[in-house]
């Protein structure tokens, strides 16, 4: 019997390792390919032809309107950033703030429901912080946003319930980018959010726990089979942020970066609407 359990937690460490090199691994591969693409563009046009295919197959397997949904918008916000300085320049220029903004607003829905309400206000406060000229000068100049971007999105990721399953897949969208945070972030968060695309389909992925969260949201998605789900049901037992005492740290860190931003931020959303406001009384 008790041989039977030290092999089971010795398959488990290796699973372990094995999920964590490849874990890394990807995030190697995402940053080469989000460097190399600046030289060879023919790898960025096929990255987003894949992306593009991949996308319309997966609805056409699910029909999952939500899911195409959300998928299409980030991928037309991916187009909008890799074309900026040719094709969708005027448009990058003048919607991609805005774009910025919505994409972090709607993460709201999901701690709203699962009344996680420290993240509820974060996500707010940031979409109101965003720069609406984001796109009109370079994105190093907005460091204080963007990095608070990173920490909001590594806290959501990691401890909203509807992402519990998915944390280490989700994850790999935003590790890039705090990686290179002074150095053409948004660049590796663009290039990022297109391979994970690659990596789920509409009942299967990588990274995701083979655990379930109890009481299900409209925002869960049940998956029949995962794969390398180790590691991810290690950090699964773990990310409820009810029962986590680090999560509250990261909320106090986050405030404070919040109150920092607000600080050295010009031309936001919050600041546009209050001149509105203003204007209109």
């Excluded at 094995?18 to 989000?34: H, K, M, N, T, V």
């Excluded at 707010?124 to 720069?131: E, I, K, Y």
């Excluded at 299900?216 to 986590?244: C, E, I, V």
Aim: with cysteine; hydrophobic share 50%; charged share 15%.
């Amino acid at each position: 019997m008790n041989n039977d359990l030290n092999k089971k937690q010795e398959n488990k460490k290796k699973y372990y390792v094995r999920d964590s090199l490849l874990w890394i691994f990807l995030i190697i591969f995402i940053i080469f390919i989000a460097n190399i693409q600046d030289e060879y563009t023919i790898i960025r046009h096929l990255l987003v032809f894949i992306v593009g295919i991949y996308i319309i197959f997966k609805f056409i397997k699910s029909f999952s309107v939500s899911l195409f949904l959300k998928e299409i918008l980030l991928f037309i916000a991916c187009i909008l950033y890799l074309y900026r300085s040719d094709y969708t320049k005027n448009l990058y220029e003048n919607y991609i703030g805005i774009l910025i903004c919505v994409n972090i607003f709607v993460m709201i829905a999901s701690p709203l429901f699962d009344k996680n309400y420290h993240i509820v206000i974060q996500i707010a406060l940031l979409s109101l912080l965003t720069p609406l000229d984001f796109g009109n000068f370079d994105e190093n100049n907005f460091s204080y946003f963007t990095n608070n971007f990173i920490f909001m999105f590594i806290l959501y990721y990691i401890f909203a319930k509807s992402l519990r399953k998915w944390s280490l897949l989700a994850l790999l969208s935003i590790i890039p980018m705090g990686i290179f945070y002074n150095n053409n972030p948004w660049k590796y968060r663009v290039i990022s959010l297109l391979i994970m695309i690659l990596l789920y389909n509409h009942d299967s992925g990588l990274f995701i726990s083979q655990y379930n969260t109890p009481k299900q949201t409209p925002f869960m998605k049940k998956l029949n089979f995962k794969s390398n789900h180790d590691l991810s049901d290690l950090l699964f037992k773990y990310n409820d942020w009810k029962n986590n005492k680090i999560y509250y740290i990261f909320v106090i860190i986050n405030y404070l970066l919040l109150y920092n931003t607000f600080m050295n931020s010009e031309n936001t959303i919050y600041l546009n609407l209050h001149k509105s406001i203003f204007s209109a009384s």
